[in-house]
């Protein structure tokens, strides 16, 4: 059984930055990749930034330049999040990738205000 936990987030004002972390427990294992995904009210989920077991990293668009996906290692994943925009304003969830298998955290809320 894996669980995946975010926190980090919360209200903050236009312009301003967010750190989310994801803690992982359980049995972890083969893993592909970690990333970050975000869905606002009426939309679909979205990527908004992935590092590969080998590091490298892929970031949605409309967040490259402001936001920074790290790991430390199999266990947390951080999202640093600069600049925030009110488009920014989500429920974010971590996800691991395993053994082609997709495992998900609960989310966490953060609301940019303008």
């Known amino acids: 059984q894996v669980q995946l936990v975010e926190s980090g987030g919360g209200l903050v004002q236009a312009g301003g930055s967010l750190r989310l972390s994801c803690a992982a427990s359980g049995s972890i294992f083969s893993i592909n990749a970690m990333g970050w995904y975000r869905q606002a009210p009426g939309k679909q989920r979205e990527l908004v930034a992935q590092?590969?077991?080998?590091?490298?990293t892929n970031y949605g668009d409309s967040v490259k330049g402001r936001f920074t996906i790290s790991r430390d290692n199999a266990k947390m994943l951080y999202l640093q999040m600069n600049s925030l925009k009110s488009e920014d304003t989500a429920v974010y969830y971590c996800n691991w990738i395993m053994g082609g298998f997709n495992y998900w955290g609960q989310g966490t809320q953060v609301t940019v205000s303008s």
């Open positions: 590092i590969s077991s080998g590091g490298s």
